[in-house]
């Protein structure tokens, strides 16, 4: 499978507790993004990498949430002090070549914070 | 003003039908837009893109563009009842980001 993977798939936390995200974009895509869907909404954009730099990062998030792509290959994202409105679906989407482009999205991390 | 709105439905046609999806949006300066269709419970899945006034076929799918009414909208002809889900358009703003709307949910009744 050459897709975008994501994992884990579902997560269950309490709140308060940290949790990480992984995402592994597709194989030379070097446009990496992350956004968080919730019921009956579109996905929220929450931050752009472009290889291993972080070139945008949502206003509306949280110093609480954090994002790495350390070698420009996966991503990680970190929400700490997870808190009940955090709960969400959280998409990783990647792309190639410049500008907004075509992004492929993974299949998604479900949070639950209880 | 919200900088993408769409009819959330549902939008219901018979097996056969064209669907016809709008969207429209409030950034005069965006040049790339797109369709995604989401199945209950699964990711967006892109299906089409449009970057110039006017008509894009492929295969069932025909996504029009009006940058003069700032207006985008998908046809589905000879929809099927796989063709069930939520449509979301997605637009670009500013150099990075994508806006989506909250989607219009199709049914095709077979």
């Known amino acids: 499978d050459t897709g975008v993977s994501q994992d884990p798939r579902h997560k269950i936390t309490k709140r308060g507790q940290n949790v990480t995200f992984r995402c592994d974009p597709i194989?030379?895509?070097?446009?990496l993004y992350w956004y968080r869907q919730t019921l009956g909404q579109g996905p929220e954009f929450l931050t752009y990498?472009?290889?291993?730099?972080?070139?945008?990062k949502s206003r509306l998030l949280s110093d609480r949430f954090s994002a790495e792509r350390p070698k420009g290959s996966f991503s990680t994202l970190e929400i700490q002090r997870t808190e009940q409105g955090d709960s969400a679906m959280y998409l990783c989407?990647?792309?190639?070549?410049?500008?907004?482009?075509?992004?492929?999205f993974g299949p998604g991390t479900r949070l639950t914070v209880t | 003003q919200k900088e993408v709105e769409q009819n959330s439905g549902p939008l219901s046609v018979p097996e056969g039908a064209i669907a016809s999806l709008n969207c429209t949006y409030s950034?005069?300066?965006?040049?790339?837009f797109f369709w995604y269709r989401q199945y209950s419970g699964k990711s967006p899945e892109l299906i089409m893109s449009i970057y110039s006034n006017g008509d894009k076929e492929d295969g069932r799918f025909t996504a029009q563009l009006n940058k003069a009414s700032q207006y985008v909208s998908l046809l589905i002809r000879d929809s099927q009842p796989s063709d069930s889900a939520t449509y979301l358009c997605a637009v670009q703003t500013g150099a990075n980001n994508l806006f989506f709307g909250t989607g219009t949910r199709l049914t095709v009744i077979p």
């Open positions: 950034d005069r300066v965006s040049q790339s």
């Open positions: 989407a990647s792309a190639t070549g410049t500008g907004v482009g075509e992004q492929y």
């Open positions: 990498f472009q290889n291993e730099a972080q070139l945008e």
């Open positions: 194989s030379e895509h070097n446009r």
